[in-house]
Nanobody, 118 residues
Framework: QVQLVESGGGLVQPGGSLKLSCAISGNIVKFNAMGWFRQTPGKEREWLATINKTSGRTSYADSVRGRFTVSRDNSKSTVYLDMSSLRPEDTAVYYC???????????WGQGTQVTVSS
């Protein structure tokens, strides 16, 4: 059983920055990647970024490429999302998840709320 706990969200002005963290506990040996998603009311969860657990190779959605950076610290079982140049449309609940092969797990944490507003 894997547990994911996101933190670091908050209220930020447009153009500002935030760094999210995701603490991972449990047996993660079989997982090959970690990633970030976000969701707003009435919309489907949106994939944002993936980082390979071993190589550190990253990929991003077009909506955040160049503004968000995903990283991981395997020694701390933590994955991060550095967000900059934030926009009001980035307002959402942000979640992390783990990938096994080509599939994401169905284990979601509580998420962390990010609100971008002046």
């Amino acid at each position: 059983q894997v547990q994911l706990v996101e933190s670091g969200g908050g209220l930020v002005q447009p153009g500002g920055s935030l760094k999210l963290s995701c603490a991972i506990s449990g047996n993660i040996v079989k997982f090959n990647a970690m990633g970030w998603f976000r969701q707003t009311p009435g919309k489907e969860r949106e994939w944002l970024a993936t980082i390979n657990k071993t190589s550190g190779r990253t990929s991003y959605a077009d909506s955040v490429r160049g503004r968000f950076t995903v990283s991981r610290d395997n020694s701390k079982s933590t994955v991060y999302l550095d967000m900059s140049s934030l926009r009001p449309e980035d307002t959402a609940v942000y979640y992390c998840n783990l990938k096994w092969g080509s599939s994401w797990t169905d284990s979601w944490g509580q998420g962390t709320q990010v609100t971008v507003s002046s």
